[in-house]
């Protein structure tokens, strides 16, 4: 996966649009997040899991109060993520459930959660519909929401969870993570040609 573009906008602590250009902060290869704590840089990562999957790490997710104190009342909150996933190029909007101020009368309305995905390559039909991108992005990352945050992210503590682990675990998501597959397959091979080689011998 290689993330292009991210604009956040009344999301955590940014009230206004941020846009973060990774292609350019990523032209030498390497690139740092760093900041004052409050700065910002949980968020940033916060807003590309939640493009992804409609989610963020941790504790942050129960809350659901992803939209931005400082934002305007009637600000809708947003994030949108341009990324290559799979060598296909994409865009994926989302916008978190949250209230703002009734129209008419007083009180707050809910507004609910969307999402959107567009193909920027023009490689299938754009996708509107929550449940229709979060298949898509985890069909094209091989990744659940969890596993993502746990290896990808390695949000705060959590790495240490994933270390402490029960082997089986940690063993079935990084098979799954790296494909690992063929070589449990070669790995079975070479032990029934043992097995065959050993009861040859033995007849012999």
Same mark, same amino acid.
């Given at each position: 996966?290689?993330?292009?573009?991210?604009?956040?906008?009344? *999301? =955590?602590?940014?009230? +206004?649009?941020?846009?973060? +250009? *990774?292609?350019?902060?990523?032209?030498?290869?390497?690139? /740092?997040?760093?900041?004052?704590?409050?700065?910002?840089?949980? %968020?940033?990562? +916060? @807003?590309?899991?939640?493009?992804?999957?409609?989610?963020?790490?941790?504790?942050?997710?129960?809350?659901?109060? /992803?939209? &931005?104190?400082? @934002?305007?009342?009637?600000?809708?909150?947003?994030?949108?993520?341009? @990324?290559?996933? =799979?060598?296909?190029?994409?865009?994926? #909007?989302? #916008?978190? $459930?949250? $209230?703002?101020?009734?129209?008419?009368? $007083? =009180?707050?309305?809910?507004?609910?959660? %969307?999402?959107?995905?567009? !193909?920027? +390559?023009?490689?299938?039909?754009?996708? #509107?519909?929550?449940?229709?991108?979060?298949?898509?992005?985890?069909?094209?990352?091989?990744? &659940?929401?969890?596993?993502?945050?746990?290896?990808?992210?390695?949000?705060?503590?959590?790495?240490?969870? *994933?270390?402490?682990?029960?082997?089986?675990?940690?063993?079935?998501? /990084?098979?799954?993570?790296?494909?690992?597959?063929?070589?449990?397959?070669?790995?079975? !091979?070479?032990?029934?040609?043992?097995?065959? &080689? @050993? %009861?040859?011998?033995?007849?012999?």
């Amino acid at each position: 996966m290689r993330l292009h573009r991210l604009r956040i906008k009344a *999301f =955590g602590p940014f009230a +206004d649009e941020v846009v973060i +250009d *990774f292609d350019e902060l990523g032209a030498d290869g390497l690139f /740092l997040l760093h900041g004052q704590t409050g700065a910002g840089k949980t %968020t940033v990562l +916060d @807003a590309v899991a939640f493009a992804l999957y409609g989610r963020v790490p941790g504790a942050r997710d129960t809350t659901r109060r /992803l939209r &931005s104190d400082h @934002a305007a009342p009637d600000q809708a909150p947003e994030v949108e993520l341009e @990324a290559t996933i =799979g060598s296909r190029r994409l865009r994926i #909007t989302r #916008t978190p $459930e949250y $209230e703002r101020p009734k129209k008419r009368g $007083e =009180g707050m309305r809910k507004i609910n959660a %969307t999402a959107s995905l567009a !193909w920027l +390559d023009g490689s299938g039909p754009d996708l #509107t519909r929550i449940p229709d991108v979060g298949e898509a992005v985890v069909r094209l990352l091989g990744m &659940s929401a969890d596993q993502f945050f746990q290896v990808v992210l390695l949000p705060q503590g959590d790495f240490a969870r *994933f270390l402490r682990a029960h082997p089986d675990e940690r063993e079935a998501l /990084l098979e799954k993570l790296f494909d690992t597959e063929r070589f449990g397959d070669i790995e079975n !091979w070479l032990r029934d040609r043992a097995r065959e &080689s @050993a %009861t040859r011998l033995a007849e012999h």
